[in-house]
């Protein structure tokens, strides 16, 4: 069984590409309809690219500092 998807899976903006690579939805085949696996996906990849701003902003705060 694959692991959970994390906010830890995005490093860097290289990564952000591979978003359909590192969103897996393990509960494919449990699911009612493919929609809603696909909405699924697209709130984890929101989520992800969503952490990955804010660590950049902060990154840029303590920069500043």
């Not at 959970?4 to 690579?21: E, F, G, M």
């Not at 990849?45 to 500043?64: G, H």
Request: overall charge positive.
């Amino acid at each position: 069984m694959t692991k959970r998807t994390s906010s830890d899976d995005i490093q860097d903006w290289d990564d952000v590409p591979d978003l359909n690579h590192i969103v897996n939805d393990k509960r494919a085949v449990k699911r009612a309809t493919p929609a809603k696996g696909r909405r699924r996906n697209r709130r984890y990849e929101n989520r992800l690219l969503n952490a990955q701003i804010d660590s950049q902003l902060t990154l840029e705060e303590r920069e500043e500092s």
